[in-house]
């Protein structure tokens, strides 16, 4: 740090990205990516033709993807806004919505950056914590004026919430935002897209870093009211309007016209997910019911930050946080069957 940074700055703890190591090759499952490669029609958007444009900027309102995920979700062109990956997109909603005096909650376990966003702004939020069982409890959202922002399904458990569960929080306070990030959303959760229509104060968000193979494009989105898409770009517009370069829109647009390979990748994740589950129950895990694609396990004979360890000196990458309650876990992707077939192999090897 040097002694220029502001002060408000100085105490800031910034998110830590999985580990994307160089020094050999792991089968990573790691950070949530798919196993799967873009699809054809991804591969021949990104041609020569389109790299030599690449002098020119990119369109800044992205509006080929937009109709596209228009048409795909059913809603209008002003209902979307594209950002440079969804965490972007929360960004914006952070920066928008939430301040010291515009309080929010989140659940105690989740995606770590919905803290990090509420340090960087100074925002007073509440870690609200998961039951028990891991699961979040509806009526823990239900305070007026109190902004929420939900993972659904949430990370790193994988458990969700039903769309009447999302509906009665967002239903129950329209003088307050709602965030559902639903990053995981195609592997078998309910959509709240469906209730933008309906209720002016909810912003769902997704990403194509997941279920659609593009996680190094950078490409994520927002659907909600219009009037909520405006001021979101507005922080856009403030800050970066050409925040999704050339080769991303088109790699995007091409994606959303190839549902049936997304669709595809989604089943045989979901299949995988059984599989490895069963593996592992089998050998005496403890194992979330996911709905996302990966799984968030834990063995009374190992410990989280062993199996971690153990597996990464084997060459498997998985996902451990040193918190409170889930130390005892990692969070493993889905990736194919061969990989996670290595992956059981090691770690009864680890056993
Ligand atoms: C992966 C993830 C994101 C970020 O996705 P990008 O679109 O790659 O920025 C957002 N939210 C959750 C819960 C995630 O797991």
């Known amino acids: 740090m040097s002694r220029f940074l502001k002060p408000q700055l100085t105490d800031l703890k910034e998110y830590t990205p999985g580990e994307q190591p160089t020094d050999m090759q792991y089968i990573k499952l790691n950070t949530n990516e798919s196993p799967f490669p873009p699809s054809d029609g991804v591969i021949a958007a990104v041609s020569a033709k389109e790299i030599s444009r690449l002098r020119l ?50 659940p105690d376990i989740t995606y770590g950056f919905y803290k990090v966003f509420g340090d960087l702004y100074g925002i007073d939020y509440t870690e609200v914590p998961l039951k028990e069982d891991f699961s979040v409890d509806p009526d823990d959202y239900l305070k007026k004026g ?9 990370a790193p458990t994988g458990l969700a919430l039903t769309v009447s569960e999302i509906e009665k929080i967002v239903a ?135 199996l971690y360890l153990g597996l990464k000196k084997r060459g498997v990458l998985v996902r451990h946080f040193d918190k409170p309650r889930i130390s005892d876990f990692v969070r493993i992707t889905i990736g194919t069957k061969r990989e996670l077939d290595i992956l059981l192999e090691k770690t009864k090897e680890l056993l």
């Open 146 to 154: 109190v902004g929420v922002v939900i993972a659904n399904p949430n």
């Open 57 to 106: 900027y990119p369109e800044p309102d992205c509006s080929a993807l937009t109709e596209a995920l228009a048409e795909k979700y059913g809603v209008e062109k002003k209902n979307i806004i594209v950002g440079n990956g969804s965490d972007e997109i929360l960004n914006y909603c952070f920066m928008a919505f939430f301040s010291k005096e515009k309080p929010v909650l989140f």
């Open 172 to 306: 129950y306070d329209p003088n307050r935002v709602v965030i559902i990030d639903e990053a995981y959303v195609d592997f078998g959760g309910e959509s709240a897209v469906g209730l933008i229509k309906k209720y002016k104060n909810l912003i769902v968000v997704m990403t194509f870093s997941k279920s659609r193979s593009l996680a190094g494009a950078r490409v994520g989105f927002a659907l909600a009211d219009e009037a909520l898409i405006k001021d979101l770009a507005a922080m856009k517009y403030s800050t970066n309007p050409y925040n999704i370069n050339r080769l991303s829109q088109l790699a995007a647009t091409a994606a959303i016209k190839e549902q049936e390979y997304c669709d595809k990748n989604c089943r045989t994740v979901i299949e995988n997910r059984g599989y490895l589950t069963n593996e592992l129950k089998a050998i005496g895990f403890t194992v979330l019911d996911s709905k996302a694609n990966f799984i968030f396990a834990k063995s009374d004979r190992i410990g989280g930050k062993d």
